[in-house]
């Protein structure tokens, strides 16, 4: 009878969260990491954020990305294609993202402020921006997964990036880097509670939108999910984050560790809120109504 | 020309024939299986009982097509739609976004052999010659497309000729599943689409399958006004994957 309940039960998608699944998770949230950091970077005209933005999304994004294939050594099929989906556009952003964003880095060391610098910056900019945002819309395009297929997810992957990317530019800015650590406190809590925000009313559309995606918001609110939803997303991605960010403002001086504890509980929110929504994307019974 | 079938849900009677019938045609790894069986019960005291035979729809607007990266997921002019193995890098994406979850990747575990570590039968071997399955690439059901090109080239009519009909098809014991052209108004499919009013699977999803359901008492709508509503909810009683 289990073999079946696919059939008969809602039932979530596996393919891209279980087993190898793993490395594509961590592939789409360390795309939205490493281009809303590059972003930030260019905010602050960070040379050490740009670096690490790059290493992000050249080793970690595209590395995990290209493990993740059954068949590595053929991907250069999909970046000859950028017409047939979102996911060949996506790999095309990386791989441009990390032209640009290298020839930018050299040209900024040994060519500040040149028009050449400025140019390969914008290029970089919007290729970082795309990397960000494509795995969002990978999702929001599949119809048979109702939780996903919303215009709001893109916007989510985006401001969970850039939060993470201000979350590390305080990371720098401590260690000495070219960021100015109070304008980087304030933009990640802006961002923390424009996530809030998001996150609940991506999850209360999904609940009131139809069935499948009520049960998948049921399912990270109540289900196997619940434990990451809750302690990943929402006290370690929101509540800890948002005291210390609390805290901060009153005593006007925290201490550093303080701050990179907020940091990584930041980056371990996104983690988690990447996770859950993969896992719980469910598709409808296939034949029977759900019980 | 647009291939496509029915199945009559009133006559299947869960033998998996049509299932055994496709892993010698394609010499599927033990791991996977391209159609799949689905019996369910509703009712109380008189239960009835439906026996879904799925497979790849084959839909006109397939989203495997649409989401495949490399090309790799085509749909041919006669709506069979296709993996090219050689193509296809693994990303899964069309089989996560298959509304009906009918795709499969092939990983290692899934072909382990029939008896793993002991011995490689001479089904298996020959299957290694005749049809290559291809690790970290995805699969499906193609309608036996090599067996519908072959039959035309020799003027065969498939789902007429044996020859040139899916090998489900003419293995069906209850004559269950009925193979034709979707087009052809003349058509045993069309003439029981027609007549007895065939259904698709999840019609919401506008990708207009090609694999027709008759006779079903249940799972034939989301909406409750023209659904025959069952008098329970229904109850998963098939296995088999």
Known sequence: MEAHQWMVNYTRQTEWIDRRGIFLWIAFYAGGLGGGLYLVSLYFNSLWGMLVSWLIIAVIKGGTHLVYLGKPLRFWRIITRPQTSWLARGFIFVMLFVIFGAIQMMLTHWLPDSALEIAFKTLAGIMAFAVALYTGIILKNIKGVPFWNSTLLPILFILCGLLGGFGLSVVIALNGGDINLAAAETGSRWLLLANVLLIGIYLWRASVKEGTSKQSVLEQLRGNSAPIFWIGIVLLGIVIPLGIALAGMIANDMSTIVLVIGVVCEIIGGLALRYVVLKAGAYKPLVAKPQ | ?241
Not at chain 2, 2 to 16: E, F, H, I, N, P
Not at chain 2, 145 to 168: F, M, N, Q, S, Y
Not at chain 2, 226 to 236: L, R, T
């Open chain 2, 1 to 241: 020309m647009r291939w496509g079938m029915v199945v009559d849900l009133s006559k299947c009677v869960r033998c998996y024939a049509c299932v055994a019938a496709c892993r010698i045609e394609h010499f599927l790894p033990m791991g996977i299986n391209w159609p799949r069986l689905v019996a369910m019960e509703t009712g109380g005291d008189s239960p009835t009982v439906s026996t879904y035979s799925v497979r790849c729809n084959q839909c006109k607007d397939a989203p495997c097509v649409e989401v495949c990266p490399t090309g790799a997921t085509t749909r041919r002019e006669d709506g069979i739609v296709t993996v090219d193995q050689d193509k296809c890098v693994g990303c899964r994406y069309c089989i996560v976004a298959c509304p009906y979850q009918n795709r499969t990747f092939l990983s290692k575990d899934k072909d382990q052999g029939f008896f793993p570590g002991r011995v490689v039968t001479d089904f298996e071997k020959a299957g290694k010659k005749l049809y290559k399955h291809q690790i970290g690439t995805t699969e499906k059901c193609n309608f036996c497309v090599e067996r519908i090109d072959a039959g035309l080239a020799k003027g065969l009519k498939p789902g007429v000729d044996r020859e040139a009909t899916p090998a489900c098809v003419n293995t069906c014991p209850a004559r269950a599943l009925t193979f034709g052209d979707l087009d052809d108004p003349d058509s045993e499919v069309s003439r029981l689409i027609r007549e007895k009013k065939g259904f698709q699977l999840h019609p919401e999803y506008n990708t207009d399958p090609s694999v027709f359901f008759i006779d079903g008492k249940i799972g034939q709508s989301d909406d409750p006004k023209v659904d025959d509503k069952p008098e329970k909810e229904p109850e998963a009683i098939g296995v088999g994957e």
